[in-house]
């Protein structure tokens, strides 16, 4: 019986090639999820997560759901090591100011960004609401946006870019 070891280097990177294809999504669902749906996080640890999975190839089970199984196990312990190493750390300092948003028992606060950041939205162009939300709402890579568009990976994230500094100007003008 042949180990993964003892395979040859195209042979491991079409397991690794086939185990992020078949896998990766429902690995990045439940990060998203443990996450609570800070996606650049998810998708660092889901990175993280193929990254361990290539490193201990040996170890990832052959069959398929096996393999998923191995593949959430590692994530989940991804995220539960973050949480742990976030709590022995002093906390750190954010670049962008969020005092404006307001506090979970501040009704009015919530009122009131709710407002602005829907006026804010009102002044975006239809097709600019809707890439945004593709995005960031539904959570469709860029890749899977320009699929449902017809258009380049480069003209979503450019259009992307552009929408979201409209956005932030709409919010600092409310």
Known sequence: MLRA?????AGRAARMTALHADHARAVLRLLLLLTRDQRQTAEDLLQETMLRAWRHLDAVPTEPDAAR???LTVARRLVIDGVRLRRGRPTEVHLVDMTWVPAGDDTTGAALASHAIRRALGRLSPAQRALLSEVYLVG????EVAGRLGVPVGTVKSRTHHALRALRTGLEAA
């Open 5 to 9: 070891s003892d395979e040859p280097p």
């Open 69 to 71: 199984r191995w593949l």
């Open 140 to 143: 469709r890579s860029p890749k």
